[in-house]
């Protein structure tokens, strides 16, 4: 894991995909809010909920082929 400190209005770029991450506020208790500013092709997800993410995906992906075939 690589660890980088930042202030507000700094910003890391990771290459490729051109994805920057800035940092937009501090607040006095020290959570840090981040912008994130990514190609369309790119899900930016937290992680709490990147299993609720796939789960949907997955029946998203089932109920399309349902109705292609002609299901539902």
Same mark, same amino acid.
């Given at each position: ?27 006095? =208790?020290?959570?840090? #809010?981040?912008?994130?500013? /990514?190609?369309? *092709?790119?899900?930016?997800?937290? $992680?709490?909920? @990147? =299993?609720?993410?796939? #789960?949907?995906?997955?029946? /998203?992906?089932? *109920?399309?082929?349902?109705?292609? $075939?002609?299901? @539902?």
């Amino acid at each position: 894991m690589l660890v980088l400190g930042r202030r507000v209005n700094q910003t890391i770029v990771i290459e490729p995909g051109n994805i920057k991450i800035t940092v937009t506020h501090i607040t006095q =208790g020290g959570a840090v #809010r981040i912008g994130i500013d /990514a190609p369309p *092709e790119y899900t930016i997800l937290r $992680e709490e909920l @990147v =299993g609720k993410y796939g #789960r949907l995906q997955a029946q /998203a992906e089932r *109920e399309e082929r349902r109705r292609q $075939e002609g299901g @539902v």
